[in-house]
């Protein structure tokens, strides 16, 4: 006699055909799992995002013009003479052009001048920089003279903290900084816009800090490698106006941990 | 099966896989973009380019992972399998959704510059020397690449035109991808994150995945599909006849490496290779359906006898010449051409 053939009874799932009964309710639970766990991670890394704090676009505060005196350091930066409510005359603004760019080439001619600067304001915090508009209108020679304040020494510091594309720090983007924004605040620093040094403890009552190469130029190259990593580094700080500027000596950045 | 191309042949099951995964990921995408906004309150909201760009990254990792979790959790366990049966239309899905990510991305980090934004994408961080500010970007396109062949390329037609062993092969790329996405992830945004509920949601995903997969390969190698024995003549045995049963096979690895399945149909049997013409699936772990073996995964079939697939399909398996002595099954490891027809052996 021959012996029983075996069965096997294991549902046999064929994609044309209906799917065997033993196996609807399995899949069914696992399909649901799946719409479950999708929405279920949307939820937990939607909702675990950051503060990126309250740097933004000022388009509430409507346009600003005032008017100052230009020094190049080599970035633009505008000591303000004639302000408004919100902009008081005493002030130093930072400067940059519309998107990634600055105003060097804009100001440049008007170095040591008084002009009229208008546009929006970007602010975070103490930190504040005038987008002014196109042409003449943006930046244009005003009568009368004036020469910049005379800058003050604060001597050498040693700093720990970020640099930063000073606009997209103060609200062109939120989140504006941080490693993941590197590449987006390098291509603003090549296109001029001024960088920003965010230190970790106020140096004379301020964290931001306009940073500098060692000579008083631009951004050093190599200073590329550190943009967006918390670094401590060492240079001399001075006042310019009401806003503090550091030289910073690239020898001396370390990574911190 | 493929007669003619056609973009899709699409069944009811199909429409039900991708109505599931088109739920999850808008279900996943909904929230993230509507809801978690109510919920965090900021002060100031994040840049909605940033908050898309974001949402389209993490489910498309998201989904990368449950496409990486399917494969092993059907070795497993094979009432996973028909999740594996329409996989592709959710890897086509993945691609788009990674690639909203990377034009949120580029269109918002890498515009407005005077610097053409691909270049710009390439060339604004080249801190390539290290590790914390390592330009994690070239990760993520190196990714969506990937996926982008992997997309391209998931129609039968390339599955035909590239033959299936180098289609697999190219298809492997998705571990590539994921390790990929893995340290795009890793080296760019958690590690900026204060809040680390993300961290240890995205460390334990691929922690889910690597595990897995070390899972099925341990379970493989336990339960994995037994040796030959070797007989005289240069056959091998392969089981008790008996063990097999009705409608579907056993399998055994031969001396070079391949796999023969010996199905059983009413007292008879017959051998072909263990390699679906398709896509390789396993055909002896499917089984035969009105004389037609049919395949696991995607249900191609064959006429047990020759291997051929039914007209008017093309598709075609070597088969094996068999015998049966005291109730053990022998079989000649030389396989036959594909598509040989060989006499079904009674038992
Ligand atoms: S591998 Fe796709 S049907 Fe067999």
């Known amino acids: 006699m021959k012996p029983p053939v075996k069965k096997d009874t294991t549902p046999f799932f064929v994609g044309y055909f209906k799917v065997p009964k033993k196996l609807r309710s399995f899949l069914l639970i696992a399909g649901v799992a799946v719409v479950a766990f999708m929405t279920a991670f949307g939820l937990v890394s939607g909702a675990s995002q950051d503060d990126p704090g309250d740097g ?51 100001a440049e001619p008007l170095e040591g001048q008084k002009v009229t ?64 924004h ?76 | 099966m493929s007669v003619k191309y056609i973009p899709v042949q699409w069944n009811k099951n199909k429409w039900w896989y991708d109505g599931f995964m088109l739920a999850g990921v808008v279900g996943f995408l909904w929230v993230f973009l509507y809801v978690t906004p109510e919920i965090l309150s900021h002060e100031r909201p994040i840049n909605p380019q940033i908050h898309n760009a974001r949402a389209f990254g993490a489910c498309a990792f998201f989904m990368m992972t449950i496409i990486l979790c399917i494969g092993p959790l059907a070795r497993l366990d094979k009432r996973f399998l028909p999740l594996l049966y329409n996989r592709r239309h959710f890897g086509v899905m993945t691609a788009a959704v990674a690639l909203t990510h990377f ?20 060339f604004s961080n080249t801190s390539y020397g290290q590790l914390v500010g390592f330009p994690f970007e070239a990760f993520g396109i190196f990714a969506l690449l990937c996926l982008l062949i992997l ?8 599955l035909k035109f590239l033959t299936a062993p180098v289609w697999k092969r190219i298809h492997y790329l998705i571990y590539f991808a994921y390790a990929a ?19 240890v949601v995205f460390v334990a995903s691929a922690f889910t995945v690597a595990g897995l997969h070390l899972l099925a390969f341990l379970h493989e190698r336990k339960a994995g599909d037994p040796d030959a024995v070797p007989d005289t003549d240069g056959w091998v045995q392969v089981c008790h006849a008996k063990d097999i049963p009705e409608a579907r096979a056993k399998i055994a690895v031969l001396p070079s490496g391949d796999r023969v399945a010996v199905f059983r ?7 072909v290779s263990n390699a679906c013409a398709h896509q390789n699936g396993p055909l002896g772990e499917g089984k035969v359906i009105r004389c037609l073996i049919t395949c696991p995964w995607h249900g191609f079939q064959y006429d047990i006898r020759s291997g051929r697939s039914p007209a008017p399909f093309t598709e075609k398996i070597p088969t094996y010449n068999l015998a049966v002595r005291d109730g053990v099954v022998l079989v000649n490891p030389k396989a036959n051409p594909p598509g040989t027809y060989v006499e079904p052996v009674e038992v």
């Open chain 1, 56 to 106: 933004a676009f000022r388009f509430d505060y409507g346009r600003q013009t005032v008017t100052g005196v230009i020094e190049l350091l080599p970035y633009p930066l505008l000591h303000v003479t004639e302000g408004n409510d919100r902009i008081k005359p005493g002030h130093t603004l930072m400067l940059t052009a519309q998107g990634k760019s600055g105003v060097f080439s804009r």
């Open chain 1, 117 to 180: 600067a208008s546009g929006i304001i970007l602010e975070r915090g103490a930190l504040n920089m005038l987008q002014v508009r196109g042409g003449a209108r943006g930046l244009g020679p005003a009568e009368g003279s004036g020469a910049p304040p005379v800058s003050e020494p604060l001597g050498r510091w040693k700093l720990a903290g970020e640099i930063c594309d000073g606009k997209c720090l103060a609200g062109a983007m939120r989140p504006g900084r941080g490693i993941a």
């Open chain 1, 182 to 257: 590197k590449a987006c605040a390098n291509l603003c620093l090549l296109g001029d816009i001024p960088p920003v040094f965010v230190s970790t403890k106020p140096v004379d009552g301020s964290e931001f800090l306009m940073i500098l190469g060692k000579d008083g130029g631009p951004l050093p190259a190599i200073a590329y490698d550190y943009v967006a990593q918390f670094i401590s580094l060492e240079g001399d700080v001075s006042r310019h106006g009401d806003l503090l500027v550091l030289r910073m000596d690239p020898a001396t950045i370390e990574v911190m941990k």
């Open chain 2, 103 to 122: 034009s949120y991305v580029l269109n918002w980090y890498f515009a407005f510059s005077g610097t053409n934004k691909y270049e710009a994408l390439l």
């Open chain 2, 151 to 158: 997309a391209a390329t998931s129609h039968d037609f390339w």
């Open chain 2, 181 to 199: 996405v893995v340290a795009h992830v890793s080296l760019g945004v958690l590690q900026d994150q204060q809040n680390h509920l993300f961290t």
């Open chain 2, 265 to 271: 149909l009413e007292d008879k049997l017959s051998a």
